[in-house]
C-alpha cells in the first residue's frame, strides 16, 4: 500500500503562485509513475500532470501546459507541483496518485492510478 499526503493548497490571487507537495512512504523507484489530478464541485476529476521516472516522460493537460510544473526528489520521497499564472478555473481539490503499473508514457487518466491521496484545496480569486 502506498500512503501519499497532499500539502501545500490554499488562496492564491490572480496570476499568483502556489506549490503543492506529496508525500509518499514508498521509495520512489517501487513506484512507475505518479500524477496530479484536481476536481472541481460538480465536474470530474481531471488528469493535471504526470511523470513517469522509468520512461522518462512528463505530461501535461492543455489547460495548464506552460504554468505548471511537475518534479519529484526521490531523496525525499517527495512529488512537486510548482504552479504560476494561477487561474480561477485553477480552483479545485488538487489529488496525487502513484501506480505501479509499467506505462511507456506518463499517464493523465484517472483509471491508471491505483493509489491516492485525501488532497489539498486550491481557491484562486480576483
Known amino acids: 500500500q502506498v500512503r501519499l499526503v497532499e500539502s501545500g493548497g490554499g488562496s492564491a490571487q490572480v496570476g499568483g503562485s502556489l506549490r503543492l507537495s506529496c508525500a509518499t512512504s514508498?521509495?520512489?523507484?517501487?513506484?512507475?509513475?505518479m500524477g496530479w489530478f484536481r476536481q472541481a464541485p460538480g465536474k470530474e476529476r481531471e488528469g493535471v500532470a504526470a511523470i513517469c521516472t522509468g520512461a522518462r516522460d512528463t505530461r501535461y493537460a492543455d489547460s495548464v501546459k506552460g504554468r505548471f510544473t511537475i518534479s519529484q526528489a526521490t531523496a525525499k520521497n517527495t512529488l512537486y507541483l510548482q504552479m504560476h499564472s494561477l487561474k480561477p478555473e485553477d480552483t479545485a481539490m488538487y489529488y496525487c496518485?502513484?501506480?505501479?503499473?509499467?506505462?511507456?508514457?506518463?499517464?493523465?487518466?484517472?483509471?491508471?492510478?491505483?493509489?491516492w491521496g485525501q488532497g489539498t484545496q486550491v481557491t484562486v480569486s480576483s
Open positions: 496518485a502513484a501506480t505501479r503499473t509499467l506505462y511507456g508514457y506518463a499517464p493523465t487518466s484517472v483509471a491508471a492510478y491505483n493509489y
Open positions: 514508498e521509495n520512489p523507484y517501487s513506484r512507475s509513475c
